[in-house]
């Protein structure tokens, strides 16, 4: 092993995991750097399964797959694209980290060069890389959701006789048509159990857990749905958006930009795009570069411009916003929700959605092109 590695990657989350994994298989000198290296993440991750790269091979990531989800716009629609719940454990293991140095410890300054950690040990290497996430941030649109796992017997009477909601945006959660909107998001975590979570898919801010809870228990006690005492909760917060500081150091994760600003998601998009990264780092180029080419700049500010109508969308016209979302084809909605690179697609997705859309959202959404123009 060289006296200075190759590289240090710095948080091991799933971004930063996938990137030390990777980066060690290519056969680079790697250290990594996290306070809890070997707890597995306790997120529920979810993705469309034809995100995920094919490095990651057979190895079976999945906790649980839904062939055909199904979604609650202004009418229940089913989704020619199978939707799938991360198991993390999997994930963890499969991203080994064998061969990787690895230090327990919060990092406390970074440089392009060198980590410096709370206790003052320094960590020297060629090249550094930020992969610590992100932290809730008043100044940053934000996703807030609040979730409980029940038996998939309790949760039976929310599901409609399906496996799952990707997105329910039905108004049986106390809701009126003024008041800013929230849907069920419902997957199932094995045979046995399933996540019901209430979710403001973006706000500024977005919807305080205390209103999600009450809204969750308002629907499901509306369908019928009698929690048990003591259920496990998952609480929901991050920012759909990266803080636009300008560092030397570059980034990765959902600290680099990947999360998608209308969905929140990155974790696939982070898994695809750490190959491109492992290479220009084994080539000594710029990562930042590799990761960010005019189209996927070109795309982010597209999507940019779709996080900015959503937040402008009057709540009444949301359902219906969905609604012709998914009715676009299953190619139009994967070019806008997936993928990084794929400028036309994106801008076809967005000028479809933009002539199905009704006249008032038409306007909102005009107007949000010009903000952004
Ligand atoms: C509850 C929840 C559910 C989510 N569900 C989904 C989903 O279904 N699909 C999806 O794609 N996205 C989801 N997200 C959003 C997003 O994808 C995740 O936030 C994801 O974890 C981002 O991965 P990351 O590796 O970039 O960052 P993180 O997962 O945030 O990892 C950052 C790592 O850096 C470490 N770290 C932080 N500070 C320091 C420091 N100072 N020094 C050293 N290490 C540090 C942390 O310990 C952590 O291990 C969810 C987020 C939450 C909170």
Same mark, same amino acid.
């Given at each position: 092993m060289n006296a200075v590695p190759d590289l240090a990657v710095v948080g091991l989350g799933p971004a930063g995991r996938a990137l030390a994994h990777r980066a060690a298989v290519r056969g680079l000198d790697v250290v990594a750097v996290d306070p809890h290296p070997d707890r597995p993440w306790q997120a529920t991750y979810a993705a469309w399964v034809d995100e995920i790269p094919g490095w990651l091979g057979d190895c079976d990531v999945w906790r649980a797959r839904l062939p055909r989800p199904r979604v609650h716009g202004i009418r229940e629609r089913i989704l020619d694209r199978t939707y799938g719940v991360l198991d993390n454990v999997a994930l963890h293991r499969r991203l080994d980290l064998t061969g990787v140095r690895v230090v327990t410890g919060f990092s406390d300054a970074l440089t392009p060069w060198s980590v410096t950690l709370r206790d003052g040990t320094r960590v020297d290497a060629h090249r550094v890389i930020d992969a610590r996430g992100l932290q809730p941030d008043p100044t940053l649109a934000e996703q807030t959701a609040f979730g409980v796992v029940v038996p998939a017997v309790v949760a039976a009477p929310a599901l409609g006789g399906g496996d799952g909601w990707f997105m329910d945006w039905?108004?049986?959660?106390?809701?009126?048509?003024?008041?800013?909107?929230?849907?069920?998001?419902?997957?199932?975590l094995g045979e046995d159990t399933v996540l019901l979570e209430e979710t403001c898919l973006v706000g500024s801010p977005g919807l305080p857990l205390g209103e999600l809870r009450r809204r969750l228990d308002a629907r499901?006690?509306?369908?019928?749905?009698?929690?048990?005492?003591?259920?496990?909760?998952?609480?929901? $917060?991050?920012?759909?958006?990266? &803080?636009?500081?300008?560092? %030397? #150091?570059? /980034?990765?994760? !959902? $600290?680099?930009?990947?999360?998608? &600003?209308?969905?929140?998601? %990155? #974790?696939? /998009?982070?898994? !695809?795009?750490?190959?491109?990264?492992?290479?220009?780092?084994?080539?000594?180029?710029?990562?930042s570069k590799a990761l960010w080419p005019w189209h996927a700049r070109t795309v982010r500010?597209?999507?940019?411009?779709?996080?900015?109508?959503?937040?402008?969308?009057?709540?009444?016209?949301?359902?219906?916003?969905?609604?012709?979302?998914?009715?676009?084809?299953?190619?139009?909605?994967?070019?806008?929700?997936?993928?990084?690179t794929d400028v036309l697609g994106t801008t076809a997705a967005m000028w479809s959605l933009f002539r199905a859309a009704e006249p008032g959202t038409r306007r909102t959404l005009a107007r949000a092109g010009a903000r952004r123009a």
């Open positions: 039905r108004p049986d959660n106390g809701t009126g048509p003024d008041d800013p909107p929230s849907f069920l998001y419902a997957v199932p499901l006690a509306a369908r019928g749905v009698e929690l048990p005492a003591n259920v496990e909760v998952e609480r929901v $917060r991050f920012p759909v958006q990266a &803080p636009r500081e300008s560092t %030397s #150091v570059p /980034a990765f994760g !959902a $600290r680099a930009g990947l999360v998608h &600003p209308g969905t929140g998601y %990155s #974790v696939a /998009a982070s898994l !695809a795009a750490v190959d491109t990264v492992v290479e220009s780092l084994a080539r000594g180029h710029d990562p500010r597209l999507r940019d411009i779709g996080l900015s109508a959503l937040l402008d969308l009057e709540p009444s016209a949301t359902a219906g916003f969905f609604d012709a979302f998914f009715a676009l084809p299953i190619a139009r909605q994967r070019a806008y929700l997936s993928g990084r």
